[in-house]
Nanobody, 116 residues
Framework: QVQLVESGGGLVQPGGSLRLSCAAS????????MKWYRQVSGKERELVAT????????NYADSVKGRFTISRDNVKNTAYLQMNSLKPEDTAVYYC?????????WGQGTQVTVSS
C-alpha cells in the first residue's frame, strides 16, 4: 500500500521555524523526485520546492528561497522541508508529492499556521 504521510505542521509565531517530514512507504522512494506544495483555501496549489531522486538538484520558489530547505534521506524513505523565518503568508496546507515520469503520489497534507 502506497503511503506518503506528512507531519510537523502546527502553529508558529512569525520568524519561527518548523520542519515538515514526509514519510514514504509502499514504493521505491529512492527512485522518485520529491516536491513540496502548499495551498491556501480558495487558491491554486503552489510549488514550493523540488529535489531529485538523488538530491543532486534542488529548486525553490522565489517566495521561499533563502528561508526553506528541502532534503531527503533515502535510507529512512523520508523527505523534509525545513522552514525558517516564517511569515504569515506562509500559512497554508503543505503537501508532499512523489514523482517518477507520469507516476505520482500525494500525501494528505499538514497545516502550517504562522500567526502571533
Amino acid at each position: 500500500q502506497v503511503q506518503l504521510v506528512e507531519s510537523g505542521g502546527g502553529l508558529v509565531q512569525p520568524g519561527g521555524s518548523l520542519r515538515l517530514s514526509c514519510a514514504a512507504s509502499g514504493f521505491t522512494f529512492s527512485a522518485y523526485g520529491m516536491k513540496w506544495y502548499r495551498q491556501v483555501s480558495g487558491k491554486e496549489r503552489e510549488l514550493v520546492a523540488t529535489i531529485t531522486s538523488t538530491g543532486s538538484m534542488i529548486n525553490y520558489a522565489d517566495s521561499v528561497k533563502g528561508r526553506f530547505t528541502i532534503s531527503r534521506d533515502n535510507v529512512k524513505n523520508t523527505a523534509y522541508l525545513q522552514m525558517n523565518s516564517l511569515k504569515p503568508e506562509d500559512t497554508a496546507v503543505y503537501y508532499c508529492n512523489a514523482v517518477l515520469y507520469r507516476s505520482g503520489y500525494w500525501g494528505q497534507g499538514t497545516q502550517v499556521t504562522v500567526s502571533s
